[in-house]
């Protein structure tokens, strides 16, 4: 059952990232955008172009910039499309992360659970960040 309560879906999003190097890729070829779309765990329509969320292996492949390898952490919590307050609670624990350094983030929401993507690099200490914000160590 969908979770609404913004309390609940922090308490409840169990981060977990996959392992896979992901890549932001935009293209406004219509012929790239056809051959890149079955293979991308993301995709949407932009004025600019299509934008894909594609593995390295796949960016790489497809000739599309890999200057930004991102890594995913899935909050597993099942969010309701109409529950309020997660995305902001985990963008800011983020971008205020460990000493206030920061950690940048792109959110993209499915429809069974929202999905962080941050540089691979920071991919260790975003997922402490998000487990000391669901334990309720950190202000969400």
């Not at 309560?5 to 169990?14: H, K, P, R, S, V």
């Not at 172009?49 to 200057?67: C, I, P």
């Not at 309020?84 to 920061?102: K, N, S």
């Amino acid at each position: 059952m969908a979770v609404r309560d913004t309390a609940a879906m922090i308490a409840g999003m169990a981060p977990v990232a996959d392992g896979v190097t992901w890549h932001f890729c935009t293209t406004a070829d219509a012929e790239l955008a056809a051959r890149a779309r079955p293979t991308a765990l993301a995709s949407f329509a932009e004025a600019e172009g299509m934008s894909l969320v594609l593995s390295e292996k796949e960016a790489v492949a497809l000739g599309f910039d890999t200057d930004l390898p991102m890594a995913r952490i899935t909050l597993t919590v099942q969010s309701a499309l109409d529950g309020v307050g997660l995305t902001a609670a985990v963008a800011t624990a983020l971008a205020t992360a460990l000493a206030g350094e920061g950690i940048p983030c792109n959110m993209v929401a499915g429809y069974h659970h929202d999905h962080v993507f941050v540089p691979v690099a920071q991919a260790e200490r975003a997922l402490e960040v998000l487990r000391r914000l669901a334990c309720g160590e950190m202000d969400g």
